[in-house]
């Protein structure tokens, strides 16, 4: 098994480590991975959430054909960001939503000027269907959030054990 990710900030990468040095997988970033990694090994995707979509997830399909598991990385962990995900990207594959960091400070240019149109976006979406912590990661994005921790692998880590 190994792992290929796609980051913007590096809260995904910092998770594909993570669970490298957990699992004892490869992991490298989809570029990489794409010339090191042969197309039927099997493959946990890590990708970042953008606007709903699992960045890298469409390509890495293209490229990888035994995908196992996928993990998206973005604001919201649990059940309800999991059925978005898999809804919106089309996901066979277990799924796992991670909440990775967040800082305006550390995005550039166009990243930079989507995100106010996604915390419109965000906060009306919240208002028809609330997350949990949702108010906490709302309030957050001024100063920024950190949610990358080990313990939000325990999902994916207990499904490899099974
Ligand atoms: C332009 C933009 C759009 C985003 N859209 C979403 C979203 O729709 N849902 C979500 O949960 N997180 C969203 N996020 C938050 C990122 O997914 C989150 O900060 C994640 O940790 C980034 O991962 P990275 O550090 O690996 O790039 C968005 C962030 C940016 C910059």
Do not use: H
């Amino acid at each position: 098994m190994k792992i290929v990710y796609v980051t913007n900030t590096g809260s995904t990468k910092q998770y594909a480590e993570m669970l490298s040095e957990k699992t004892g997988f490869e992991a490298a970033e989809f570029s990489e991975a794409v010339k090191s990694f042969s197309a039927d090994e099997e493959i946990i995707f890590m990708g970042w959430v953008m606007a709903g979509t699992l960045q890298g997830y469409k390509e890495a399909k293209e490229v990888f054909s035994n995908i196992r598991a996928v993990c998206g990385v973005g604001l919201f962990k649990g059940e309800k960001a999991e059925k978005e995900l898999r809804e919106k990207n089309a996901v066979t594959e277990a799924l796992f939503a991670l909440q990775g960091n967040f800082s305006v400070d550390r995005l550039k240019g166009m990243y930079k000027m989507m995100m106010s149109m996604m915390i419109k976006m965000l906060k009306s979406k919240l208002k028809e269907n609330p997350q949990p912590d949702a108010d906490k990661v709302l309030a957050a994005f001024e100063t920024g959030v950190e949610c990358v921790s080990e313990e939000n692998l325990e999902g994916i880590l207990s499904w490899l054990e099974n």
